[in-house]
């Protein structure tokens, strides 16, 4: 006698677990979320690690592509990566907040080239249809920009409105040169390999503070394009600064209270915090919830 046998028993799997499982689904779930979901998301397992990544190169690529053609776009990340060069500005911050960048595009591409590298960037941006250079000469900064900055190019080709601006720093480490932004919100920057935040927690709740300068009309208008306000200080934070503080010293040794999400894996690290660098955006602090209000304050 023979026994046939049992017809195979369906495998039901939760109604969640069936959704993971199809990719567009998954990608859909978290492609517009705020960075800090994306971040969070990320650390629940490889796989999400491998999704978030994913959709933060999409993010940078989409960028990108408003500044230069589709078949330019490798090379330019390849030359990123030789040079060990990271872009800053608007093009981190549509990384960073996508709602914004829904509806609006990034205003420029910010170049941050380690020292000796501004001429390579120029003969390549030249070969990928740019045309024209100027040196940019910020008077107001250059107190600020001594020590941390060689020279900034502006790159341009006609009849379009694109710039591409070349801040060659006048050390190895970008970082560096990244504290010479004009304001809080502008120190994010976007690598080969990573993407990094000198002010975390500002660039979070949408607040921009300057460096050692005073806040113009235009600057007000421009970042509330991109729904950023600008500061003088955190006289009207509310609550302690913590490291957002414009008195303390920071540092980049160790990268300390800088925010940083890997997005590429398989390329050697930046060694960012080899080098220690120490700045500040202030003389003091005028927070009288922060307990380095009014004070001389050596570090963290
Ligand atoms: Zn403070």
């Not at 006609?158 to 004009?182: C, K, M, R, W, Y």
Request: glycine fraction near 4%; charge should be neutral.
């Amino acid at each position: 006698m023979s026994v046939s046998p049992s017809p195979p028993v369906p495998q039901v799997r939760p109604k969640h677990n069936r959704m993971f499982d199809v990719p567009e689904h998954r990608l859909m779930l978290v492609e517009g979320s705020p960075f800090h979901l994306l971040v969070a998301f990320a650390g629940i397992s490889k796989m999400f690690r491998s999704i978030a990544q994913d959709i933060v190169y999409r993010r940078f690529h989409r960028a990108l592509a408003h500044f230069l053609p589709e078949i330019s776009i490798p090379i330019f990340l390849k030359f990123l990566d030789i040079t060990k060069s990271g872009i800053s500005s608007d093009v981190p911050l549509s990384i960073l907040m996508p709602d914004v960048f829904r509806t609006t595009s990034p205003r420029h591409l910010v170049i941050q080239a380690p020292c000796d590298k501004g001429w390579e960037w120029l003969l390549v941006l030249f070969r990928m249809g740019y045309t024209d250079s100027q040196v940019v000469n910020d008077a107001d900064f250059i107190r600020l920009q001594v020590g941390k900055v060689a020279c900034t190019w502006r790159v341009t080709r006609p009849e379009l409105d694109d710039q591409i601006f070349i801040i060659e720093g006048a050390q190895q480490n970008i970082l560096v040169s990244l504290t010479a932004s004009h304001f809080t919100s502008e120190m994010n920057v976007i690598t080969s390999t990573a993407i990094y935040s000198l002010y975390p927690a500002l660039t979070e709740a949408r607040i921009g503070l300057p460096t050692f300068s005073r806040i113009k009309t235009t600057d007000t208008e421009a970042y509330s394009k991109l729904q950023l306000t600008l500061l003088d200080n955190l006289a009207d934070f509310g609550r302690p600064c913590g490291a957002s503080c414009m008195g303390i010293w920071r540092y980049t040794r160790d990268l300390a209270f800088v925010g940083r999400f890997h997005w590429q894996l398989g390329f050697d690290d930046d060694n960012m915090e080899d080098d220690d660098y120490q700045w500040r955006l202030h003389r003091e602090c005028v927070n009288l919830k922060c307990r380095n209000a009014f004070k001389v304050v050596r570090g963290l």
